[in-house]
């Protein structure tokens, strides 16, 4: 099956499996390229991750922005690549939450390559094409909003960032979210 992998990275020939947040390392895998794509930059530093996304009823991947022109900001200017690779089934494992995804515990050689040269005009051309969809900010609900902001909360409780507010993923959301920072913190005090 045709596999595909978002980095920043250049010039890899073999995907190696990396630590992440998970318990063991793994290579992170994709069967559409679009998710793949969501990869190049993430809005937040190692070990944390920010990609707020989802599919719709037809399985066509939705990036959420959760603050206005998010999306654009996240991926204007940003270059890398999305690298395809060959693998069988028995060489990768489904990915719980996302049914898209796929782990592998072993190195992946590349088959392919495309060099992106500006994420946002990717993903905009993506949109075009219908391959993939953006719930942009202005249009979400107070409800919905209000459903992301917990989610947002419950991964700050789950990490305990009030003993490491200095970390990469609570100066992100203190700054993008303060209020979602200072519910978490009056909850926790």
């Given amino acids: ?13 073999v995907l190696e499996p990396r630590q992440a947040d998970h318990d063991r390392p793994f290579v992170y895998l994709s069967t559409i390229p679009v998710v793949a794509a969501f990869y190049l930059r993430n809005a937040v530093e190692k070990p ?4 707020p996304y989802g ?3 037809s399985g066509i991947p939705v990036y959420h922005e959760l603050y206005p022109d998010a999306l654009r900001q996240v991926s204007e200017g940003v270059r890398g690549y999305i690298y395809e690779v060959e693998a069988g089934e028995q060489q990768v494992i489904p990915f ?15 088959t392919g390559c495309l060099e992106v040269e500006n994420a946002y005009a990717l ?13 942009r900010f202005e249009d979400k609900s107070e409800q919905e909003l209000a459903r992301w902001y917990s989610m947002l909360k419950e991964y700050l409780k789950e990490k305990e ?7 990469s993923y609570a ?3 203190r ?5 979602v920072w200072e519910e978490y913190l009056r909850e926790e005090v």
């Fill in 123 to 135: 993903f905009l051309q993506y949109v075009e094409q219908g391959e993939m969809r953006v719930g």
């Fill in 175 to 179: 700054n993008r979210f303060p209020g």
């Fill in 55 to 57: 599919f719709d009823q």
């Fill in 48 to 51: 944390y991750y920010w990609f």
């Fill in 96 to 110: 719980k939450n996302i049914p898209c995804a796929r782990l592998a515990t072993e190195p992946v050689e590349v």
């Fill in 1 to 13: 099956m045709k596999l595909y992998h978002g980095s920043n990275i250049g010039g890899i020939r």
């Fill in 171 to 173: 100066v992100f959301v």
């Fill in 161 to 167: 960032m009030i003993e490491t507010p200095d970390c």
